[in-house]
């Protein structure tokens, strides 16, 4: 990945939605030239896939939190078939240390995160902390400048 990749990274995480013929302009290469590294970073599985971003809040879901799950009373299998079903789960992420997985969630209220939590019972304990707001949040991703 070169310099021109790393660029079209960039802007295309800030726009999604721009063009072959913008991008071109931005990058100053030909379309097809730019059609070509685009196909090669999905190729690649540097770009996973093109998606809109929606805020929870804007759906409804006014209540963030991230759950810890630890002591699993099921294999890691059974319980990430769990997970994968519960519709309030944004992101799941399998982790080494005394906690098993860190779950984040959004929810239209506390009657929402009950369910999941007594869902979650039979295959772990958890452990939930309510999101007060997120001052950090990284929407574009690049490779990390050597040191």
Not at 27 to 50: D, H, N
Not at 72 to 86: G, R
């Amino acid at each position: 990945m070169d310099h021109i990749d790393i660029k079209m990274l960039r802007i295309l995480q800030e726009d999604g939605r721009i063009t072959i013929s913008e991008l071109s302009q931005k990058l100053a290469l030909s379309r097809p030239s730019v059609t070509e590294r685009l196909y090669r970073l999905q190729e690649k599985g540097i770009i996973e896939k093109f998606s809109a971003m929606v805020s929870p809040e804007a759906v409804g879901r006014n209540l963030s939190v991230m759950i810890e799950l630890n002591e699993l009373k099921q294999s890691p299998v059974e319980v990430e078939k769990v997970l994968e079903k519960e519709p309030g789960i944004l992101e799941c992420h399998r982790a080494t240390g005394h906690v098993h997985y860190y779950v984040k969630a959004a929810f239209r209220g506390m009657d929402d995160l009950q369910v999941l939590v007594e869902n979650l019972l039979p295959y772990c304990n958890t452990r939930t902390s309510i999101l007060l707001k997120t001052p950090i949040k990284k929407d574009v991703i690049l490779p990390m400048e050597e040191s």
